[in-house]
């Protein structure tokens, strides 16, 4: 077993700062010119190889990166996405169980966080401070005031970072959003997005010994310390607020992603939820069925979740099946539904206008591939990507606001400039986490 990461302090206080993506990109863009180029090759590091295998398989597939490090605190997943690797490429990767060994190499050039959400944050920032460009995956961070520190440590140290929100690459759903702005259903007041699904319970754990394949103090990380129970790894930590966000962090920002961006709304005035645990009888902490409303002036977005029913909202009247993720947009003039792997507009009337897939026609396109691509292309010409940590941020935060108002069982009111919540100091103590000692976040 690894030694303990060696817990490190960043720097304290930091807020949203004034520097816009431009300038940003500006800065990024002289020093990467002059050490990549455009054809230059990439070395990245992945860090979690459940989701972060499959990521790492897009990265080394690609001409011009290679796939130096994967880390994992599983040792079978290492050997696995080690065996993989070497498969696909003829090279195979360093397999590590400390991230801490790629943050220090300097030929790294990009690191990639598929750690769990607890992780998500303070991997960036370390990755940042160590000279990395940062792909992490969503939620970009388990709570408000990480993902300040996120744009504050990629604006000081002058990285890029992308965060997972993929379906920003997809070129349909560029095309869509462009003509949602340009008018394609007139005047937009109101979107919907949901996610259904069919999951399981996860029983009432017990404490157990550690297995002799997990590295679990790296594992925990900057979370404050708690026994290993029978029924949080590798997946149920998304249900326990020590670690996950729930369904609304987990999948829910993947449709108000969508829905914002469609929209073109960033930080709400108001924010109201209601749900619970309606379904399952288990040690899951946030409920298995929640609406939350997210108010922007003269606009509004309504998510809703099912983890216990597949059935979502579909369009019976062209025989297709209710899908159990996807966002619809309401105008004046009609409808945009995004649904599953279609999109469908509507007139006024309801008729059909056109449909076609949200996704390109090839393996590539239906996968990752295209986000990472971006991801890369931006490296290389020092740009913004396409799921640029300030263009995401606003996601994330609407699903942690959506939590601390079915919490706090109130409506929040929030600074729309800002997104912080205003006049309630018991709802803005789950802005920020505490953190195992030695583990507060700085930049």
Known sequence: MNEPIDRRRFVSQAVLGSASLASVSGLVSAQNAAHKGPNGKIVVGVMGLSRGLRLAQEFARLPGCEVAYVCDVDRRRVERAVATLEKLTGMAPKGIGDMRRILDDPAVDAFVCAAPNHW??????????????????????????????????????????????????????????????????????????????????????????????????????????????????????????????GEIGNNGVHGLDLARWGMGV??????????????????????????????????????????????GFGDDRLHQAAVGFGASFYGDQGTVVVAGNMIRVFDREDNLVSEGPTRGLNDFEQSDGAHVVDFLGAIRAGRQPNGAIEVCYPSTLLCQLGAIALSTGRALRCDPATGRIVDDADAMTHWAREYEPGWALEV
């Not at 997946?235 to 326990?240: D, L, M, R, T």
């Not at 939350?292 to 059935?311: C, K, L, P, Q, S």
Request: with cysteine; charged share 25%.
């Open 120 to 245: 998500h944050a303070p991997a960036t920032i370390l990755a940042c401070a160590a000279g990395k460009h940062v792909y992490v995956e969503k939620p970009s961070s388990h709570n408000p005031r990480e993902g300040e520190l996120q744009i504050e440590a990629a604006r000081k140290y002058k990285r890029l970072v992308q965060v997972g929100t993929q379906r920003r690459s997809w070129s349909e759903l560029i095309d869509i959003m462009q003509k949602l702005r340009e008018g394609i259903v007139g005047r937009l007041r109101f979107a919907r997005a949901w996610y259904n699904n069919n999951r399981q319970p996860i029983g009432y754990g017990q404490e157990e010994p550690v297995p002799e394949w997990l590295d679990y103090e790296q594992w925990q990380g900057p979370a404050p310390r708690r026994p290993y129970r029978s029924n949080v790894i590798h997946y149920n930590w998304h249900w326990f607020r020590h670690w996950g966000n």
């Open 266 to 311: 960033d930080f709400p005035e108001r924010v109201t939820s209601s749900g619970g645990k309606l379904f399952f009888d288990d040690d899951q902490e946030f409920a298995d069925t929640q609406l939350a409303t997210y108010e922007f002036g003269d606009r509004m977005i309504v998510w809703e979740a099912r983890n216990w029913h597949r059935r």
